[in-house]
Nanobody, 128 residues
């Protein structure tokens, strides 16, 4: 059974940093794009960042560009999201996603429907 398990969320103050991890099991995603999305209360889920299988390609939402960094370790089947200079508007449940079906790369990887596997999410709360 394929699982994506996020960890590293929590309650922090504005300006603090957090590093989220997403560990995959059940199959390898070393040839798949992986991504982070988030969903704030009362809002739709939105794209945060994506990384190609080789780590050569990365996309970021404008709201997090320059503050968040996505990375991956294919030997550990894990993707990370380093979040710096956190703001209250970053408060959301953060979800990890893995392609698993399209095996491609490009701006379309900022779309939710490009990903076939999802984690359960981890809560990030940033207080002002």
């Amino acid at each position: 059974q394929v699982q994506l398990v996020e960890s590293g969320g929590g309650l922090v103050q504005a300006g603090d940093s957090l590093k989220l991890s997403c560990a995959a099991s059940g199959r390898t995603f070393s040839r798949d794009a992986m991504a982070w999305f988030r969903q704030a209360p009362g809002k739709e889920r939105e794209f945060v960042a994506a990384v190609s299988y080789s780590s050569m390609g990365k996309y970021y939402a404008d709201a997090v560009k320059g503050r968040f960094t996505i990375s991956r370790d294919n030997t550990k089947n894990t993707v990370y999201l380093q979040m710096n200079s956190l703001k209250p508007e970053d408060t959301a449940v953060y979800y990890c996603a893995a392609d698993g079906k399209n095996m491609n790369w490009g701006p379309r990887k900022m779309r939710m429907d490009e990903y076939g596997y999802w984690g359960q999410g981890t809560q990030v709360t940033v207080s002002s």
